[in-house]
């Protein structure tokens, strides 16, 4: 077994079966183990700005995450997901590291679980505002 290897890209620079490897996983997580109803292909993959942070392991995407730029220069961590196996090793950390990284002294947010924040708080993440239901889950806003 391999190496995880760490990646980056707008989509314009990535191949087919990347953008399909990316988008399967989304779908398996958020559509298929979660229940979710939203549109997960949602028009913002393909906005200039947006970038895919991703990890795998000998062509297999074990984990994602796209980075969007909002009206305000803001930038917001989503769609977060991370292969059922491959979760608890630190690589949806890895990319949240990243994407961190990448937005310098830029503000971040990313919306996350309520369960999730002690996690998020690990990357200098806090909390920005009320908790709120959506697809279900009570999540919060957080802020970098």
């Known amino acids: 077994m391999g190496k995880v290897s760490y990646r980056y890209a707008h989509i314009e620079d990535l191949d087919a079966p990347t953008i399909y490897a990316l988008l399967r996983l989304r779908q398996e997580v958020f559509i ?68 961190v990284k990448m937005a310098g002294e830029r503000r971040l947010l990313i919306d996350v679980p309520t369960a999730l924040e002690p996690w998020a708080e690990r990357f200098g993440f806090v909390r920005a505002g009320d908790p709120f239901i959506a697809e279900g889950v009570q999540q919060v806003t957080m802020m970098h």
């Open 32 to 99: 298929v183990e979660w229940g979710s109803s939203h549109l997960d292909i949602d028009g913002r993959d393909t906005e200039p700005s947006s970038v895919h942070l991703w990890a795998e392991r000998d062509g297999d995407v074990l984990a994602a995450v796209r980075v969007v730029q909002e009206s305000d220069d803001t930038l917001r961590i989503e769609r977060l997901a991370t292969r059922f196996g491959a979760r608890g090793r630190g690589i949806a950390g890895r990319l949240l590291d990243y994407a």
